[in-house]
Structures are given as structure tokens and as C-alpha cells.
């Protein structure tokens, strides 16, 4: 302490001596006097020095800030997919910067260029709390993106439902590849995986506004309605996000970045990746495969009230199981008019009927892309005894391949899905989110052959054929004929702006996306 003072001590009299104070007394007067002019200059020589590395110092640090909010250069290890400039429809956009970087090296020396970032004014925070299973929650995330970017808002890494029937715990990160999800989008909105600490006190203090969109709106809504609410309050929490944008009368910009999210920043875990292809592998090594998305669990059953071939034992375990869940809405369901209406999921057995109508290959396999089906192996045996390779991930892989997968229903059924994206053949029995979203997934990858099973004309045809009406070649000739046209091909979407839950949905044929003939759309190889 006492050397430390008298550094300081000595500094002080020399800043002293400096500006023309005389500390050392009258006696000394002329000693100080004859060296006073010398002591100045090197005084004055320390004082350049020191502001000069003080200068340099403040401008070092300046540069670092600025370079370090132009560029994230801790991006992800890698983008695969489709490049940015694929689906970049913003040249000109007036409310932003393009900001060009230099590419991001990785350790191995591969050079991978990250798109551009957007610079724009924040109107405020975006969180999201997805709801339903995992192919609902995929297609919000694809809206929720493009509303943040279209009202210029920083997104959250989106919240997955954790509460509904399937109970699964997985969070984003989880599920998808998080890091590529936020770099390969960060030329059109900005995306934090949680909030700024100060907000996100306030948010733990209830400083924030919470509510559902309005379901199937269009941009508008959200420029008058929820950007006002955006602005004022900061942080704005959307509850409830399923089917809240509207499939039809979009700007262009928005649709295809709804398709870019999907078809490329939603890419899986590599975990996930890994195991789904190693799936693929050992089907594709037995031959070829179709995909059959076997709609028949419990859930699903009890959920749309449809009990065709069930005993009366199971009907009243479906109906208990309906009214144990408030949110299902309807309650008292007649199952055969619904089924006659073609609003049913189809039996197995009635999907056996119709695979070998339509001449499916009887030495194909049939991977079953579902969760367990309800009535086990009893309802199974028609289908299994006319196509006799069925299998489902659990019986191609040993189980310690799918320990980490178990009770996470979401993550099982991404497996599922990225089989069925490879598969000869998908064929769904309902026409569900997962459905719908793998069929214009399918599109995109090239028309890829989808059945679409149309269950009214169906069913009615299987009742013919059972009851005798219709002989199996009568039978099957029209099947044939009714399914002729309904392969995943081109076609445009069906609009009924009155009824857009009637209508086609935008996931299931995203055609401003799709390399149409008389529409070309750039799409990586």
C-alpha cells in the first residue's frame, strides 16, 4: 500500500510541477527553474503518447462494435439445402439493408457463404406458443415467420405445444436444427433463440399483451390489427398460432417465404436426419416401399367420433375418451353419416380393399407411418395377409436405436415423415396436417407419386363390393378410374374465399413454389 501511494504521490507532484506549482519550497526555487523548461518537454512528450494509445484504443473497440453487429460470423457449422438466393424476392425492399459479408470459414477449410442479414427497424418482440402435433406446428412456424417479417419484428425461436393430447416435452431445439433455422433466415427477419434479458424480466412480470389471431386472416388483419398492438406493447405473445394466415390473396413475397421456411430452414436434428436415413437405407435395400399413413390410433378415433368396425366395447372407450378432453369440441358424433360423407380416416381393412384395387405390387413393402393402431393385430390381419411386408420403424430398427425417441411423440413422427418424403409411393387414409403437409412436400421434390384417396366415392364403393353390388373387377376398374387423376400431379389449389377451411391448403400444394411449367421457379438440384 505504502508503494502504491507514493507512485500516485509522485505522479501528483509532477502533474503539480507541470501546470507551475512549486512543491518543493522556496530554497529549491532555482534548481526547479533551471530544469523546469526540460521536465516540460518530456512531460509534454508522455502526454502525446498516452493520448495517441488512448485515440487508438477507443477507435480498436468502435471498429470491433461495428463489425460485430454487420456480421453473426458464428453461424451454423453448416447450411445444407437449397442456397438463400433461391428464394430471395427482396432486391429492392426500401425498409432494410442488405449487408454483404464475407464467407464464413469453417475449421476444415470448406467456405460456406451465409445470406446476407437484414438490418431493419425492430417494431418489437414476436413470441409464439405453437399448438397440435408436430406437422400443425411446422406449418404455424412457416406463418409465423413470414407475419414477423412482413411487420418487420424480431421473432423467438417459437415455443412447441407441450400440452396436448400426445404430452410431448421436446422443445425446438429438440425437434430442429436451431441454429440453421435462425442463420438461413437472417436476410429476412431476425430470429433470437430468447429474449433480451430486461424484456424478458418483464415478461416474468406479466408487462405483456397475449392473444389468438384470428384463424385463416389475411396480411391485413395483421397490419391493422396486430402490428398496432405489436408497437405499443413491445413484446406481443400470439397463443395460439394453427391456421392463423390465410392459404389464398397473399402478396407473392409472402407465399414463397412460407415455402423457403418449410423446404429449407426447418430442416430436422442431425440426430433425427441420421436415423431417418438409415431408415430409408435398409428399405431401400429390400426393394421398393410405399408409405402408408395409417391413420387409425386411439386419439384419432376418439377425437373425430368415426367407430366403423369397432365393437361396442370400443365405441364406448372412444366416446369416454372424447368427452375426457375439453378442447374436442364435438361431443355427440354419428359415426356413420360422418363416414358416408367421406370425413372418417378408413379402416385397415378397408385400406386392404383398396390397395390391391389399385393394383399396388403385392411385394412391395408397406411402411406404416402412424402410431399404434387401435384394435392391434386383430384389425391389422387383412392387410397383412394381403401385402405381406408391412413394417414400421419399430421392426426395422433394434429398440436402442429408438430409446432417446420414445415418449416424444413429435420427434417419432419426424422420422416418419422424412421416410415418407423418400418413399415410391405415399398414401394417406385422412387427410390430416402430416397428409397434407408431406403431399406438398412431395410437390416440390418433384411431383412425387401421392395418392389421394378419395374416401366418399370410397366408401361407398367398398359398401357396393361387400354387399355384392359390384363384382372385384367392377370394383376395382373404378377405383382405378376415380384415382386416375389424383397422383400428386400439377393441378392449381381450390379457392372458396367464404369457406377457406373447405378449400385447398397451401401447405398441401404450394404452387408459387413449384416448378410449374408455365410458372419457372429457380429450385436447387
Request: charged fraction near 25%; include cysteine.
Amino acid at each position: 500500500m505504502m508503494l502504491r501511494w507514493g507512485k500516485e504521490h509522485d505522479h501528483e507532484s509532477e502533474e503539480m510541477e507541470v501546470i507551475g506549482f512549486n512543491v518543493l519550497g522556496s530554497g529549491d526555487e532555482g534548481v526547479i527553474k533551471s530544469n523546469n523548461n526540460k521536465r516540460l518537454v518530456i512531460r509534454s512528450s508522455r502526454i502525446k503518447v498516452w493520448m495517441a494509445r488512448a485515440i487508438t484504443t477507443v477507435l480498436i473497440w468502435t471498429s470491433v462494435v461495428q463489425i460485430m453487429s454487420i456480421g453473426e460470423l458464428w453461424g451454423p457449422r453448416f447450411l445444407k439445402g437449397m442456397p438463400y438466393y433461391c428464394f430471395n424476392h427482396h432486391p429492392s425492399d426500401s425498409s432494410s439493408q442488405a449487408i454483404v459479408e464475407k464467407p464464413f470459414v469453417l475449421p476444415h477449410n470448406r467456405a460456406i457463404v451465409l445470406p446476407p442479414k437484414r438490418i431493419y427497424k425492430n417494431n418489437g418482440y414476436l413470441v409464439v406458443s405453437c399448438n397440435g402435433g408436430l406437422n400443425q406446428m411446422r406449418a404455424a412456424i412457416c406463418d409465423m415467420v413470414a407475419i414477423a417479417r412482413h411487420l418487420n419484428a424480431t421473432l423467438i425461436v417459437p415455443e412447441l405445444d407441450k400440452t396436448s393430447f400426445w404430452a410431448d416435452p421436446s422443445e425446438f431445439q429438440d425437434i430442429f436444427d436451431v441454429d440453421n433455422f435462425i442463420a438461413s433466415l437472417r436476410d429476412e427477419v431476425r430470429i433470437l433463440k430468447q429474449l433480451p434479458p430486461r424484456l424478458e424480466r418483464r415478461v416474468k412480470l406479466g408487462l405483456f399483451h397475449s392473444l389468438p389471431p384470428v384463424s385463416w386472416s389475411g396480411i391485413s388483419y395483421y397490419e391493422k390489427q396486430i402490428l398496432p398492438l405489436l408497437r405499443n406493447h413491445k413484446v406481443l405473445h400470439l397463443n395460439r398460432t394453427d391456421a392463423r394466415l390465410a392459404n389464398n390473396g397473399l402478396p407473392p413475397e409472402i407465399q414463397r417465404l412460407r415455402c423457403r421456411v418449410n423446404f429449407q430452414a426447418l430442416r430436422f436434428t442431425s440426430q433425427i436426419e441420421e436415423l431417418g436415413r438409415r431408415i430409408v437405407s435398409i428399405l431401400r435395400s429390400r426393394g421398393p416401399f410405399l408409405v402408408l399413413h395409417l391413420r387409425y390410433e386411439m386419439d384419432m378415433l376418439a377425437f373425430s367420433g368415426c367407430t366403423h368396425g369397432c365393437d361396442s366395447k370400443e365405441v364406448e372407450e372412444l366416446t369416454r375418451m372424447r368427452y375426457a378432453y375439453p378442447w374436442w369440441k364435438e361431443k355427440v358424433i354419428n359415426s356413420e353419416l360422418k363416414r358416408q360423407d367421406g370425413l372418417c380416416p378408413l379402416t385397415p381393412e378397408e385400406i386392404a380393399l383398396i390397395l390391391t384395387a389399385l393394383g399396388i405390387d403385392q411385394t412391395y413393402q408397406v411402411y406404416i407411418a402412424a402410431g399404434e393402431i387401435y384394435g392391434g393385430r386383430r384389425r391389422m390381419q387383412n392387410l397383412l395377409s394381403a401385402f405381406p411386408n408391412v413394417v414400421r420403424k419399430e421392426t426395422l430398427l433394434e429398440p436402442s436405436d429408438l430409446m432417446y425417441f420414445q415418449n416424444h411423440s413429435s420427434q417419432m413422427a419426424a422420422l416418419d415423415y422424412l421416410v415418407s418424403l423418400e418413399s415410391d409411393i405415399f398414401i394417406p387414409t385422412y387427410d390430416g396436417n402430416m397428409a397434407k403437409v408431406v403431399e406438398g412436400h412431395r410437390r416440390f421434390l418433384g411431383f412425387k407419386k401421392t395418392i389421394q384417396l378419395d374416401r366418399k366415392i370410397l366408401v361407398r364403393l367398398i359398401d357396393q363390393y361387400n354387399n355384392g353390388s359390384l363384382s372385384w373387377d367392377e370394383f376395382s376398374d373404378v377405383v382405378k378410374k376415380v384415382h386416375a387423376n389424383r397422383m400428386g400431379s400439377q393441378k392449381r389449389r381450390v379457392v372458396i374465399p367464404e369457406r377457406p377451411k373447405e378449400e385447398d391448403y397451401f401447405y398441401s400444394n404450394p404452387q408459387e413454389c413449384l416448378q410449374l411449367q408455365d410458372e419457372p421457379l429457380m429450385r436447387s438440384t
